[in-house]
């Protein structure tokens, strides 16, 4: 069983920007390292139905089946992406902070009247305990992923740490992230084809009742690490990409995000084959991202 106490806190911490930073201290997050040539994406209907099973047993209803979830993942096919870098978690309230801080840029937030249109089902008073307070994070919460943040800063926050390193960082495309998230043999889990709720921060985990229903700091589960060492890939948040959705009706200004979150049960939609498409202006409290850099 894993322990939380004994868990390695991946740090992407950085001070906000300022004359050291200037003076070429900065501190980039870490990134692991993606190696040029084929990989296998998608899923097989055996995969799918494993998925669509994973989650009956776990709510007691046919919902993600009914509804087709995971009909759009594309055949399981081999795919050839070049090198590329990408960050080992994803962006923590801490490095997020810096940005905010040197730019200005509106702090992680949502209004009542923004959540109630969304049409979700978590109440709005739940957004609270993300949401920041003069400019800074909750306390206690500076190592855990930025949430409420929509595709948009997730792009500004890539333009800023560009401009601090000298290095190009921008959203992965979701074959990128698929590719970082499995590896190359197609795995359903970024730890192998087998389902283990103790790898990965979701509803099924460890916790009080069924999970801790909430972001934990990043990086609380290595054992749930994909074969090139990247953390948190399934469950914790969902990740925005740069890849369009492009299933079902509606699916303009809508963008793939991937992973599964802290409130997923099952754990289909956990899969790296597995994404959903997502309003670009949205900002979720389950929904975060992660960079790759040129």
């Not at 296998?40 to 209803?61: F, V």
């Not at 089946?65 to 960050?87: H, K």
């Not at 790296?272 to 949205?282: D, E, M, S, V």
Request: include cysteine.
């Amino acid at each position: 069983m894993l322990r939380f106490a004994l868990t390695v806190i991946l740090c992407l911490s950085v001070l906000p920007p300022g004359p050291a930073a200037a003076a070429g201290s900065f501190a980039p997050p870490e990134t692991v390292s993606v190696p040029a040539g084929p990989f296998i994406a998608g899923s097989d209907r055996a995969e799918r139905e494993a998925a669509y099973r994973l989650d009956e047993a776990a709510y007691g209803h046919r919902a993600t089946r009914d509804q087709r979830w995971y009909e759009g993942e594309g055949p399981r096919r081999e795919v050839v992406l070049p090198a590329f870098s990408i960050m080992r978690g994803p962006v923590t309230n801490r490095l997020y902070a810096g940005f905010v801080a040197a730019t200005g840029h509106p702090a992680p937030e949502v209004s009542a009247a923004d959540w109630a249109g969304y049409g979700l089902i978590h109440p709005y008073e739940r957004t609270r305990r993300h949401a920041w307070r003069d400019g800074r994070p909750p306390a206690g919460r500076e190592d855990h992923p930025v949430v409420l943040v929509s595709r948009a800063d997730a792009r500004a926050f890539a333009a800023w740490l560009s401009a601090e390193t000298g290095r190009h960082w921008r959203l992965p495309t979701a074959l990128e992230w698929e590719k970082a998230a499995r590896g190359p043999d197609g795995r359903r889990f970024p730890w192998g084809d087998f389902w283990d709720p103790r790898r990965l921060n979701s509803h099924d985990g460890l916790g009080e009742e069924r999970g801790t229903f909430d972001t934990l700091p990043v990086g609380s589960f290595p054992a749930g690490a994909s074969p090139y060492g990247l953390l948190d890939s399934a469950g914790q948040v969902f990740e925005w990409t740069a890849t369009p959705a492009r299933r079902g009706a509606g699916a303009e200004g809508r963008f793939l995000v991937k992973g599964g979150s802290w409130d997923d049960r099952g754990c289909g939609v956990c899969r790296p084959a597995a994404g959903h498409g997502r309003p670009a202006g949205l900002k979720h409290i389950l929904i975060g991202f992660r960079l790759v850099v040129e």
